[in-house]
């Protein structure tokens, strides 16, 4: 029984070292997608050439909505021109190239499901021969960077933010180089300092409203300069929506006239005119309301559910009809799958 009982052990300490190997292995193959990236780079193409006058051959037919659509499979050469036209004036911008070359995977994924990477590669280098091998270096890292992105999943959903964006960071500059990097994901870049000044409003309670305003223009002027204006009118509400929310919490320590002006004062900053502003004072008044008829509606029904009444269903009834008229039977909805929409905690400014 003993040397059984040594060879059950064995038998599970050799599957368990085969499984650390197997896992070993798994994780550590490459994907398909770096395969054939190593095999374009152990047996690169030449660049192919094309017909400049290839666009010209372009048969176009109109669609039933006025616009005008492809008829027939394009050539390769007019695949290229077709290219050219769209990317050519500011392909020298890494950004440029990055978004190219990923609508290009987009296509080839769909085209040469099994040899889509030489496909990109042979599209771009044609297209710009001039820059065939920078382009196939941005294919490499962009390659790599997806391959790692998906392999990291798990782990960046894990992270904080900016820890998340510090790995992030580090791994861009160290595939496509700093400055490189810098150009690619500068819209992104912009886009996540203004998100990171909101969530510092939110942490800096009890700061005056008009200072983390300020706050929030000054990173929004370091970051897009002369087009901060521009930025600022392009995505209105949804900055400002941002921002309200970020200052919930300062916003339920003030009197209902405190929130009004605070509210006011923050639209007004991010932009807003004087019609537009009347607007949102008048539908924060509805809402107040609206909050406040449903906190009053909840007490009542709380009381006749404590009643003990033979006719609770139908007292409750009249009371959604009596506080909401037309949306009762909406609120009723609501209820029955366990949703109280007032029970909750108003987002001021907000709903």
């Known amino acids: 029984m003993e040397l059984f009982g040594r060879r059950r052990n064995l038998f599970i300490a050799i599957a368990g070292i085969a499984l650390v190997i197997g896992a070993y292995f798994y994780f550590t193959r490459d994907s398909d997608a770096i395969r054939q990236l190593k095999r374009l780079q152990a047996n690169p193409r030449p660049v192919r050439q094309y017909e400049e006058s290839a666009v010209e051959k372009i048969r176009y037919e109109l669609t039933e909505t006025g616009g005008k659509r492809i008829v027939g499979e394009l050539t390769f050469e007019q695949k290229l021109a077709l290219i050219r036209e769209k990317w050519g004036k500011h392909i020298a911008r890494p950004y440029v190239q990055i978004k190219m070359l990923e609508e290009l995977i987009n296509i080839c994924q769909k085209e040469q499901p099994n040899d889509w990477v030489a496909c990109v590669n042979e599209l771009a280098a044609a297209a710009f021969p001039q820059l065939a091998g920078k382009l196939q270096n941005q294919l490499a890292s962009l390659v790599k960077y997806n391959d790692w992105l998906t392999r990291n999943k798990d782990r960046l959903d894990k992270m904080t933010r900016a820890d998340r964006r510090k790995l992030l960071s580090e791994m861009r500059n160290s595939l496509f180089g700093d400055e490189n990097a810098k150009d690619i994901w500068a819209a992104e870049t912009r886009a996540e300092n203004l998100k990171a000044a909101i969530d510092d409003m939110k942490t800096a309670q009890g700061k005056d409203l008009n200072a983390k305003l300020a706050y929030f223009k000054d990173v929004l002027r370091e970051n897009y300069g002369d087009q901060a204006r521009a930025y600022l009118e392009r995505h209105q509400q949804e900055i400002t929506n941002a921002i309200v929310d970020s200052v919930q919490a300062d916003l339920k320590g003030m009197s209902p006239t405190q929130q009004r002006h605070a509210l006011r004062t923050i639209r007004s900053e991010m932009g807003m005119d004087s019609a537009t502003l009347e607007r949102w004072d008048n539908l924060d008044h509805e ?33 959604r009809k009596k506080y909401f008229g037309a949306e009762a039977d909406t609120i009723a909805q609501e209820e029955s799958e366990g949703f109280y929409r007032y029970q909750g905690t108003q987002r001021i400014g907000l709903e």
């Open 287 to 319: 809402r107040e309301q609206r909050w406040n008829s449903g906190k009053d509606y909840l007490a009542e029904r709380d009381k006749i559910m404590k009643s003990g009444s033979n006719n609770t269903e139908s007292q409750i009834a009249e009371l």
